[in-house]
């Protein structure tokens, strides 16, 4: 169970936690947040192994919607099993955003030399997008950038991996994080 916070601080809270789950004979692992009436249900392991053997996998969710603005919101992860078996949790934070990273990001008409980036809009004045040999964005590593009104990546390099990134304008100087790079 996690302390308290207060989930009008902010517009959006982001849970981010790393999950190593072994699955076996009918285990149940959920997450659900509390927001003063009742616990909401966001997030139920599969009936199979998540993050085992190794390595262990990173999950992110919206619970802004959960937390229904209550001043004294909580997060409760909730494992039943039996057989020895296990659910280990690490790096569990909650974030508070001004505006959500975009969704759906895909590139498309992808050539020996670029493609076309898109993603769903989701109501943001603005975008930017950056391209890099895998790493996240960081202001210093990215091959080629762009915006909402150009969605053509440009100048790649045949034979090399790349990934593309998004992110929502919030406005005043603030952007969302990045979005699952693709």
Not at 42 to 56: C, F, I, M, N
Not at 59 to 87: C, H, K, L, P, V
Not at 145 to 161: A, F, H, Q, V, Y
Request: include cysteine; proline fraction near 4%.
């Amino acid at each position: 169970l996690s302390p308290v916070f207060d989930a009008t601080a902010s517009n959006n809270f982001i849970l981010t936690f790393d999950q190593s789950y072994q699955y076996c004979c009918s285990s149940v692992a959920t997450v659900s947040v509390w927001d003063g009436t009742a616990w909401n249900n966001v997030y139920t392991l599969p009936s199979s192994s998540v993050g085992y053997p190794d390595p262990a996998v990173s999950e992110s969710f919206n619970i802004t919607a959960a937390a229904n603005g209550y001043t004294a919101a909580q997060i409760r992860f909730q494992y039943n099993g039996d057989w020895a078996y296990w659910w280990a949790l690490d790096n569990i934070v909650v974030t508070g955003v001004d505006c959500l990273a975009p969704s759906g990001l895909a590139v498309t008409g992808i050539t020996p030399f670029g493609g076309t980036i898109s993603w769903t809009d989701n109501g943001s004045a603005d975008y930017s997008w950056a391209v890099t040999t895998g790493a996240v964005p960081d202001g210093t590593n990215a091959v080629v950038t762009g915006d909402g009104s150009s969605m053509t990546i440009p100048g790649l390099n045949s034979n090399t991996s790349y990934t593309a990134w998004v992110r929502a304008d919030c406005g005043a100087g603030n952007f969302s994080d990045w979005s699952t790079g693709v």
